[in-house]
């Protein structure tokens, strides 16, 4: 299997939008069904063998514990329960509206409730799910190759993270913004700004430099992967990356360092590649906000002193 196909955003923007949406429908229901945990870990989906899971859900106040799937191998959803029911229902030729309907239609049949904002999350169309019939494209095959990339960026971001032993999250894939990403905490509290949105407070209280891939967007509009470090330090963007085409970008008051996809899949040694910009990326961040790097270091995942 080709490592890091071509993924370009204007091949499958019709069939991205309309994933997108029906993923934030699911990861709502996420939201309202599962117990807050910090920076908003609890919300986002995994990946597994055959595509995207929310991971299992209520079951603790008297309601069923469930659990929802995107089966991107047969192009299905699947809702799963404790006690072995299961239902699912097919992705391909469903708009946003039929989706949000079909969903809510097997979750009361189980006796699930749950309600959601049911209202597109920071998209410039906030059409409500219920009357969204014009996103309604679903190419099962640029969506198996979606998940793909996304399954072979986890793994490099996976291996990525073994590097470090401090603070770190899993390898989320935030149905928000539709990207991969992996944090590593400074161990420096910061607090985000009270005028903040929720989201943003929660997220950001705590000193961190983060690193992921995207698919791409209007204003950046191919696939990438990046590194940020919020809040962001002075000088940053100074910092020198790796390879000297990874770049740092504006972004909404601060900077991206940023190594695009497809550059990615003409080098010599992409995975290589990619990590190396990660490093030199967090490097630029431990530096200027003075995190022990060297104290938080896990070569290869080892912290084991014999062993190292």
Not at 89 to 106: D, M, N, P, R
Request: aromatic share 12%.
């Amino acid at each position: 299997m080709e490592l890091f196909p071509a993924m370009p955003l204007d091949e499958w923007a019709e069939t991205k939008d309309t994933m997108h949406r029906f993923a934030q429908i699911v990861g709502k229901v996420r939201l309202a069904a599962s117990p807050r945990r910090n920076h908003w870990w609890n919300v986002p989906f995994h990946l597994t063998g055959r595509g995207l899971t929310t991971r299992p859900m209520g079951g603790l106040d008297g309601s069923p514990q469930f659990c929802v799937d995107f089966d991107l191998v047969r192009h299905r959803l699947v809702v799963d329960l404790l006690d072995g029911r299961s239902a699912e229902f097919g992705l391909v030729g469903q708009s946003v509206s039929s989706f949000h309907a079909e969903l809510f239609t097997v979750l009361t049949g189980f006796g699930i409730d749950v309600e959601i904002q049911a209202v597109p999350f920071d998209l410039a169309d906030r059409t409500p799910f219920a009357d969204d019939t014009r996103h309604a494209a679903y190419d099962p095959a640029l969506i198996t190759r979606y998940w793909r990339i996304l399954s072979q960026a986890a793994q490099v971001l996976d291996r990525y993270a073994a590097d470090f032993c401090g603070k770190t999250s899993p390898v989320h894939h935030f149905w928000h913004t539709f990207d991969l990403a992996v944090t590593r905490f400074t161990g420096r509290v910061v607090g985000a700004s009270p005028e903040a949105d929720p989201v943003t407070r929660e997220a950001y209280s705590w000193e961190v430099i983060s690193a992921g891939f995207w698919f791409g967007d209007d204003e950046r509009p191919w696939p990438a992967f990046y590194s940020y470090t919020a809040p962001e330090p002075a000088g940053l963007a100074d910092q020198p990356l790796w390879p000297d085409w990874a770049v740092w970008m504006p972004s909404r008051g601060s900077h991206l360092a940023v190594l695009k996809y497809d550059d990615v899949r003409e080098s010599d040694d992409p995975v290589g590649t990619v990590l190396g910009f990660l490093d030199s990326a967090y490097a630029a961040g431990a530096k200027l906000t003075e995190c022990d790097a060297a104290a938080l270091a896990s070569p290869s995942g080892v912290t084991d002193s014999t062993l190292a």
